[in-house]
């Protein structure tokens, strides 16, 4: 691509995230040529490669350099991702029962005869909420990922994590989870990652028992954080906006003036009670 092309492209992918929040440094190059690209309010992306053909990113998810998404087609919210991490893999991008596994010969013998490349179609990888991936890890194409799960760098996923796991080694396995099950129950069923982090921040993070209480068996309304879509190829921008009372809580964000102002009161008041 022309440099010039290059750099107006980039400042206009900058603008349009930058209207929610959101960031990704590596630019339109870190971008494959079909994406759709789906990112809610304040996603961080350093410098991450793209290859995935849908993806939605959920709110504030932050994913370190050197990462490479490939067949995944959702990310929750709250999600960390640490540097030299890969998600979806594709399993069988090599022919195994081939005289060879070499891709240009498989390539060339298409090209000569139509022998199809792969047989099986590729699944995609389903990331959680709040999910925390260390370093290097490696987490193949069609894994679910529960939400609260943890994963141990450098560790090979090769099948689904239940919720709030935390799974080690290669191939990974569960070494134990994060909280009882009922915590874990009732943190699935109180859908805490629909609230924005300054009403989070307001609730006993550092005891999800107490958090439980104090969301007394409310399950918190997915309220929409807005999002923006973006199109490679041709280049395409489309904003979503937030529901207004999420919007209001972002503004209190932003202006620390105000931060005495909704609450979590009252955006719970429209929750649906579970009992
Ligand atoms: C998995 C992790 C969160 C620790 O979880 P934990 O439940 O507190 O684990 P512990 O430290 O108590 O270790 C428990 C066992 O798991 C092993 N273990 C811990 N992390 C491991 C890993 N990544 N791979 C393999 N084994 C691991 C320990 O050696 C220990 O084994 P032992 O019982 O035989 O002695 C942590 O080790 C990790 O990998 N964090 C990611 C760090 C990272 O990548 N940060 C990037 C910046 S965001």
Redesign the pocket.
Known sequence: MNYFRRLWLDRQLKRALARNKCRLDSGIRGLRNDLQLTLEYGVKLHQVKINARTLRIGAYTDI?SGTELQDVSHIGRYC?I??NVTLGQNRKSHPLNWLSTHSALAAQRHGHCGAPLTTEPTRQTVIGHDV?I???ALILEGVTIGTGA?I????LVTRDVPPYA?V??SPARV??YRFEPAVIEGLLASQWWNLPPEHLARLPLEDPEKLLEALQGVVVPDRDPGSVTVCNKPFSVTHRHADPAEAAAQTTARSPARADRPGLVSLLTAATARK
């Open positions: 370190v960390s640490a540097r925390w260390g370093m290097d943890v141990g760098a450098r560790s935390v080690t080694g070494q134990r």
